[in-house]
Protein backbone atom coordinates (compact mmCIF):
# COMPACT_ATOMS: atom_id res chain seq x y z
CA UNK A 1 0.00 0.00 0.00
CA UNK A 2 0.89 3.70 -0.67
CA UNK A 3 2.48 6.56 1.56
CA UNK A 4 0.40 8.98 1.60
CA UNK A 5 0.01 12.95 2.94
CA UNK A 6 -2.95 14.20 3.74
CA UNK A 7 -2.27 17.91 3.60
CA UNK A 8 -5.80 20.05 5.12
CA UNK A 9 -6.37 22.98 7.02
CA UNK A 10 -5.87 26.15 5.13
CA UNK A 11 -6.15 29.55 6.12
CA UNK A 12 -9.53 30.31 4.56
CA UNK A 13 -12.82 30.27 5.85
CA UNK A 14 -13.57 26.98 4.71
CA UNK A 15 -10.92 25.58 6.85
CA UNK A 16 -12.99 23.43 9.49
CA UNK A 17 -14.77 21.96 6.93
CA UNK A 18 -11.38 20.99 5.14
CA UNK A 19 -10.21 19.11 8.49
CA UNK A 20 -13.54 17.38 9.19
CA UNK A 21 -13.44 16.29 5.48
CA UNK A 22 -9.67 14.96 6.46
CA UNK A 23 -10.51 13.14 9.57
CA UNK A 24 -13.25 11.20 7.33
CA UNK A 25 -10.69 10.76 4.05
CA UNK A 26 -7.72 9.94 6.90
CA UNK A 27 -9.99 7.22 8.49
CA UNK A 28 -11.03 5.70 5.19
CA UNK A 29 -7.23 5.33 3.24
CA UNK A 30 -5.76 3.81 6.49
CA UNK A 31 -8.94 1.38 6.52
CA UNK A 32 -7.69 0.63 2.84
CA UNK A 33 -4.24 -0.16 4.18
CA UNK A 34 -2.36 2.91 3.47
CA UNK A 35 0.43 4.46 5.46
CA UNK A 36 -1.40 7.99 6.09
CA UNK A 37 0.76 11.21 7.86
CA UNK A 38 -1.39 14.13 8.37
CA UNK A 39 -0.18 17.97 7.52
CA UNK A 40 -1.83 21.23 8.63
CA UNK A 41 -1.02 24.06 6.64
CA UNK A 42 -0.15 26.06 9.32
CA UNK A 43 2.28 23.60 10.57
CA UNK A 44 5.70 22.72 9.51
CA UNK A 45 6.05 19.23 10.56
CA UNK A 46 3.77 16.40 10.11
CA UNK A 47 1.36 16.11 12.80
CA UNK A 48 1.84 13.78 15.87
CA UNK A 49 -1.27 11.47 17.19
CA UNK A 50 -2.15 13.40 20.30
CA UNK A 51 -2.23 16.53 17.64
CA UNK A 52 -4.21 14.50 14.89
CA UNK A 53 -6.72 14.14 16.86
CA UNK A 54 -7.32 17.38 18.69
CA UNK A 55 -7.02 19.03 15.15
CA UNK A 56 -9.86 16.47 13.24
CA UNK A 57 -11.74 16.09 16.04
CA UNK A 58 -13.27 19.89 15.86
CA UNK A 59 -16.90 20.00 15.11
CA UNK A 60 -17.53 22.71 11.92
CA UNK A 61 -20.54 24.56 13.91
CA UNK A 62 -22.69 26.74 12.28
CA UNK A 63 -20.39 30.02 11.67
CA UNK A 64 -16.66 30.03 9.58
CA UNK A 65 -13.82 31.05 11.25
CA UNK A 66 -13.50 34.53 12.28
CA UNK A 67 -11.07 36.77 9.29
CA UNK A 68 -8.90 37.11 13.23
CA UNK A 69 -8.06 33.80 13.31
CA UNK A 70 -7.73 33.03 9.49
CA UNK A 71 -5.09 35.79 9.49
CA UNK A 72 -3.10 34.61 12.38
CA UNK A 73 -3.24 31.07 11.14
CA UNK A 74 -2.37 33.19 7.63
CA UNK A 75 0.83 34.28 8.92
CA UNK A 76 2.23 31.21 10.24
CA UNK A 77 1.65 29.47 6.95
CA UNK A 78 4.64 28.69 4.65
CA UNK A 79 3.93 26.31 2.09
CA UNK A 80 6.89 26.25 0.38
CA UNK A 81 9.12 25.28 3.13
CA UNK A 82 6.23 22.57 3.99
CA UNK A 83 6.40 21.35 0.52
CA UNK A 84 10.11 21.66 -0.14
CA UNK A 85 11.53 20.31 3.24
CA UNK A 86 8.24 19.29 5.42
CA UNK A 87 7.74 16.23 5.10
CA UNK A 88 5.89 16.09 2.05
CA UNK A 89 8.79 14.60 -0.25
CA UNK A 90 8.93 10.80 1.62
CA UNK A 91 5.06 10.53 0.16
CA UNK A 92 3.98 8.43 -2.90
CA UNK A 93 0.76 11.17 -3.17
CA UNK A 94 -0.17 14.23 -1.38
CA UNK A 95 -4.05 14.21 -0.92
CA UNK A 96 -5.74 17.16 -0.78
CA UNK A 97 -8.06 18.29 1.38
CA UNK A 98 -8.52 21.78 1.53
CA UNK A 99 -11.02 24.70 0.10
CA UNK A 100 -11.19 28.23 -1.11
CA UNK A 101 -9.10 29.36 -3.40
CA UNK A 102 -5.98 29.04 -1.27
CA UNK A 103 -6.57 25.40 -1.75
CA UNK A 104 -8.12 25.00 -4.92
CA UNK A 105 -6.62 28.49 -7.03
CA UNK A 106 -3.96 26.47 -7.72
CA UNK A 107 -1.39 27.51 -5.21
CA UNK A 108 -0.56 24.22 -3.52
CA UNK A 109 -0.84 22.68 -6.31
CA UNK A 110 1.58 24.39 -8.15
CA UNK A 111 3.89 23.83 -5.20
CA UNK A 112 3.75 20.44 -5.43
CA UNK A 113 3.93 19.92 -9.60
CA UNK A 114 7.69 22.26 -8.64
CA UNK A 115 8.52 19.42 -6.27
CA UNK A 116 7.63 16.27 -8.53
CA UNK A 117 4.93 15.04 -6.19
CA UNK A 118 1.29 13.47 -6.84
CA UNK A 119 -1.53 14.76 -5.33
CA UNK A 120 -4.87 14.39 -5.65
CA UNK A 121 -7.32 16.64 -8.39
CA UNK A 122 -6.56 19.05 -10.84
CA UNK A 123 -3.28 20.52 -11.78
CA UNK A 124 -2.20 24.28 -11.06
CA UNK A 125 -3.59 25.97 -14.38
CA UNK A 126 -6.32 24.19 -14.43
CA UNK A 127 -7.08 24.47 -10.67
CA UNK A 128 -6.73 28.33 -11.46
CA UNK A 129 -9.15 28.33 -13.72
CA UNK A 130 -11.73 26.70 -12.29
CA UNK A 131 -11.44 29.19 -8.93
CA UNK A 132 -12.00 32.21 -11.50
CA UNK A 133 -15.73 32.35 -11.63
CA UNK A 134 -15.56 35.08 -14.17
CA UNK A 135 -13.26 33.03 -16.40
CA UNK A 136 -15.17 30.03 -15.86
CA UNK A 137 -18.32 31.10 -17.00
CA UNK A 138 -16.84 32.14 -20.21
CA UNK A 139 -15.30 28.43 -21.09
CA UNK A 140 -18.79 27.23 -20.02
CA UNK A 141 -20.43 29.49 -22.45
CA UNK A 142 -18.06 28.26 -25.53
CA UNK A 143 -19.32 24.48 -25.18
CA UNK A 144 -22.87 25.41 -24.40
CA UNK A 145 -23.64 25.32 -20.63
CA UNK A 146 -26.32 27.76 -19.81
CA UNK A 147 -24.68 30.21 -16.46
CA UNK A 148 -26.47 32.50 -14.80
CA UNK A 149 -26.28 36.16 -16.16
CA UNK A 150 -23.87 38.71 -13.85
CA UNK A 151 -21.21 41.21 -13.76
CA UNK A 152 -18.45 41.81 -11.89
CA UNK A 153 -18.00 44.85 -9.30
CA UNK A 154 -17.99 47.71 -10.06
CA UNK A 155 -21.01 47.99 -11.94
CA UNK A 156 -23.65 50.80 -12.86
CA UNK A 157 -26.41 51.11 -11.51
CA UNK A 158 -27.86 51.11 -14.95
CA UNK A 159 -26.64 47.58 -15.58
CA UNK A 160 -27.63 46.47 -12.21
CA UNK A 161 -31.05 47.39 -13.42
CA UNK A 162 -30.70 45.94 -16.58
CA UNK A 163 -29.73 42.33 -14.53
CA UNK A 164 -32.98 43.01 -12.52
CA UNK A 165 -33.82 41.87 -8.57
CA UNK A 166 -32.74 40.32 -6.63
CA UNK A 167 -29.19 39.62 -7.32
CA UNK A 168 -26.77 37.44 -5.95
CA UNK A 169 -23.76 39.41 -4.80
CA UNK A 170 -20.34 37.06 -3.52
CA UNK A 171 -16.73 36.86 -3.45
CA UNK A 172 -15.24 35.55 -6.58
CA UNK A 173 -12.93 32.89 -5.26
CA UNK A 174 -14.18 31.80 -2.23
CA UNK A 175 -16.34 28.27 -1.32
CA UNK A 176 -19.23 27.78 1.15
CA UNK A 177 -21.32 30.71 0.17
CA UNK A 178 -19.02 32.68 2.40
CA UNK A 179 -19.19 36.25 1.98
CA UNK A 180 -22.75 35.58 -0.13
CA UNK A 181 -25.76 38.59 -0.01
CA UNK A 182 -29.37 38.33 -1.54
CA UNK A 183 -29.99 41.75 -2.59
CA UNK A 184 -33.77 42.58 -3.06
CA UNK A 185 -32.91 46.02 -3.00
CA UNK A 186 -30.28 48.61 -4.80
CA UNK A 187 -30.10 50.24 -1.36
CA UNK A 188 -28.31 47.29 -0.61
CA UNK A 189 -25.52 46.66 -3.07
CA UNK A 190 -22.75 48.69 -0.84
CA UNK A 191 -23.14 46.46 2.20
CA UNK A 192 -23.43 42.89 0.49
CA UNK A 193 -20.48 44.10 -2.08
CA UNK A 194 -18.06 45.31 1.74
CA UNK A 195 -19.27 42.38 3.31
CA UNK A 196 -18.01 40.10 0.13
CA UNK A 197 -14.44 42.35 -0.12
CA UNK A 198 -13.62 41.37 3.08
CA UNK A 199 -13.16 37.30 1.69
CA UNK A 200 -11.47 38.49 -1.67
CA UNK A 201 -10.97 41.78 -3.92
CA UNK A 202 -13.54 40.51 -6.75
CA UNK A 203 -17.09 40.30 -6.26
CA UNK A 204 -19.50 38.78 -8.69
CA UNK A 205 -23.19 40.20 -8.96
CA UNK A 206 -25.59 37.41 -10.68
CA UNK A 207 -29.07 36.76 -10.78
CA UNK A 208 -30.89 35.08 -8.51
CA UNK A 209 -31.98 31.59 -9.85
CA UNK A 210 -35.00 31.05 -8.21
CA UNK A 211 -35.64 27.01 -8.79
CA UNK A 212 -34.57 23.97 -7.92
CA UNK A 213 -30.86 23.31 -7.12
CA UNK A 214 -28.54 20.13 -8.15
CA UNK A 215 -25.63 18.78 -8.13
CA UNK A 216 -23.13 16.25 -10.29
CA UNK A 217 -20.11 14.47 -9.33
CA UNK A 218 -17.70 13.52 -11.78
CA UNK A 219 -14.87 11.04 -11.27
CA UNK A 220 -12.57 9.79 -14.08
CA UNK A 221 -14.27 11.08 -16.76
CA UNK A 222 -17.48 9.69 -15.62
CA UNK A 223 -20.83 11.73 -14.00
CA UNK A 224 -22.21 10.28 -11.26
CA UNK A 225 -25.48 10.09 -9.57
CA UNK A 226 -27.60 13.43 -9.48
CA UNK A 227 -28.44 14.86 -5.87
CA UNK A 228 -30.91 17.39 -5.16
CA UNK A 229 -30.40 20.43 -2.49
CA UNK A 230 -33.49 21.22 -0.29
CA UNK A 231 -32.35 24.14 2.19
CA UNK A 232 -34.63 25.72 4.57
CA UNK A 233 -34.35 29.05 2.48
CA UNK A 234 -33.96 30.51 -0.88
CA UNK A 235 -30.14 30.18 -0.34
CA UNK A 236 -28.15 27.26 0.28
CA UNK A 237 -25.51 29.53 2.49
CA UNK A 238 -23.05 28.50 5.07
CA UNK A 239 -25.97 27.75 7.96
CA UNK A 240 -27.76 25.77 6.23
CA UNK A 241 -25.10 23.28 4.58
CA UNK A 242 -23.82 23.15 8.03
CA UNK A 243 -26.59 22.94 10.57
CA UNK A 244 -27.41 19.01 11.13
CA UNK A 245 -30.77 18.34 9.71
CA UNK A 246 -31.41 21.88 8.35
CA UNK A 247 -31.10 20.73 4.70
CA UNK A 248 -32.54 17.59 2.66
CA UNK A 249 -30.10 16.18 0.29
CA UNK A 250 -31.70 13.65 -2.22
CA UNK A 251 -29.60 11.17 -4.19
CA UNK A 252 -30.92 10.38 -6.91
CA UNK A 253 -32.78 13.09 -7.87
CA UNK A 254 -36.29 12.44 -8.10
CA UNK A 255 -36.18 13.50 -12.00
CA UNK A 256 -36.91 11.77 -15.31
CA UNK A 257 -34.06 10.10 -17.21
CA UNK A 258 -33.66 12.27 -20.43
CA UNK A 259 -33.43 15.39 -17.55
CA UNK A 260 -30.77 13.72 -15.40
CA UNK A 261 -29.10 12.89 -18.44
CA UNK A 262 -29.06 16.63 -19.33
CA UNK A 263 -27.63 17.69 -16.04
CA UNK A 264 -24.82 14.88 -16.64
CA UNK A 265 -24.36 15.83 -19.65
CA UNK A 266 -23.44 19.71 -18.35
CA UNK A 267 -21.37 18.38 -15.38
CA UNK A 268 -18.99 16.78 -18.07
CA UNK A 269 -19.10 19.57 -20.65
CA UNK A 270 -18.12 21.60 -17.81
CA UNK A 271 -15.45 19.67 -16.27
CA UNK A 272 -13.42 19.38 -19.73
CA UNK A 273 -13.57 22.45 -20.49
CA UNK A 274 -12.20 23.76 -17.58
CA UNK A 275 -9.52 21.01 -18.58
CA UNK A 276 -9.86 18.94 -14.91
CA UNK A 277 -8.75 15.53 -14.40
CA UNK A 278 -10.02 12.62 -11.53
CA UNK A 279 -13.03 13.97 -10.19
CA UNK A 280 -15.05 17.13 -9.34
CA UNK A 281 -18.58 18.30 -8.42
CA UNK A 282 -20.56 20.21 -10.20
CA UNK A 283 -23.67 22.58 -8.84
CA UNK A 284 -26.26 23.74 -11.05
CA UNK A 285 -30.11 25.92 -10.63
CA UNK A 286 -33.04 26.07 -12.43
CA UNK A 287 -33.88 29.42 -14.00
CA UNK A 288 -37.66 30.66 -13.77
CA UNK A 289 -38.27 28.85 -16.93
CA UNK A 290 -37.17 25.37 -15.17
CA UNK A 291 -33.90 24.78 -17.60
CA UNK A 292 -30.79 24.14 -15.68
CA UNK A 293 -27.60 26.90 -15.50
CA UNK A 294 -24.27 25.88 -14.41
CA UNK A 295 -24.11 27.51 -10.81
CA UNK A 296 -19.76 26.76 -10.58
CA UNK A 297 -17.45 23.64 -10.22
CA UNK A 298 -16.07 22.76 -7.25
CA UNK A 299 -12.39 20.98 -7.75
CA UNK A 300 -11.57 19.95 -4.36
CA UNK A 301 -15.48 19.43 -3.28
CA UNK A 302 -16.32 18.62 0.49
CA UNK A 303 -15.01 15.11 1.89
CA UNK A 304 -16.91 13.65 4.41
CA UNK A 305 -19.21 10.61 4.08
CA UNK A 306 -22.38 13.15 3.89
CA UNK A 307 -20.76 15.53 1.41
CA UNK A 308 -22.56 15.24 -2.14
CA UNK A 309 -19.71 14.23 -3.98
CA UNK A 310 -19.76 11.22 -1.74
CA UNK A 311 -23.08 11.06 -1.89
CA UNK A 312 -23.33 11.26 -6.08
CA UNK A 313 -21.07 8.74 -5.73
CA UNK A 314 -22.66 6.02 -3.47
CA UNK A 315 -25.48 6.37 -6.17
CA UNK A 316 -23.35 4.48 -8.47
CA UNK A 317 -22.50 2.19 -6.08
CA UNK A 318 -19.31 3.66 -4.56
CA UNK A 319 -18.92 3.62 -1.32
CA UNK A 320 -16.97 6.30 0.87
CA UNK A 321 -13.98 4.36 1.32
CA UNK A 322 -13.96 3.23 -2.67
CA UNK A 323 -13.80 6.37 -4.06
CA UNK A 324 -10.87 7.89 -1.40
CA UNK A 325 -9.24 5.04 -2.81
CA UNK A 326 -9.95 5.19 -6.18
CA UNK A 327 -8.80 9.38 -6.03
CA UNK A 328 -5.42 7.93 -4.29
CA UNK A 329 -4.99 6.02 -6.80
CA UNK A 330 -5.45 8.19 -9.91
CA UNK A 331 -2.81 10.32 -8.09
CA UNK A 332 -0.15 7.44 -8.01
CA UNK A 333 -0.70 6.80 -11.92
CA UNK A 334 0.90 9.98 -12.15
CA UNK A 335 3.90 9.15 -10.58
Given at each position: MARIAVLTGGSTPERIVALAGAR???AALRGQG?????????????LDQEAEGRLLGQAVGVRPPSLTDLRALEAREDLPALVGCGGLAGHDAVFLVLHGRQGEGGEVQELLESAGLAFTGSDAAASSRAMDKTASKGLF???GVPVPEGTVWPATRAGLEALGLPLVVKPSRVGSTVGLTLVRDLSEIDAAVGRALQFDDEVLLERFLPGREYTVGVLDGQALGVGEIVPPGEIFDYHAKYTPGLTREVFPAPLDDEFAQ???????????????????????????????VCLEVNTLPGMTKTSLLPQ???VVGISFEQLCDRMVRLALSRR
Open positions: QVTHRVTVFDTAEAAPRGVRLCAFALAAHRALGLRDFSRVDFRLDDAGEPSAA
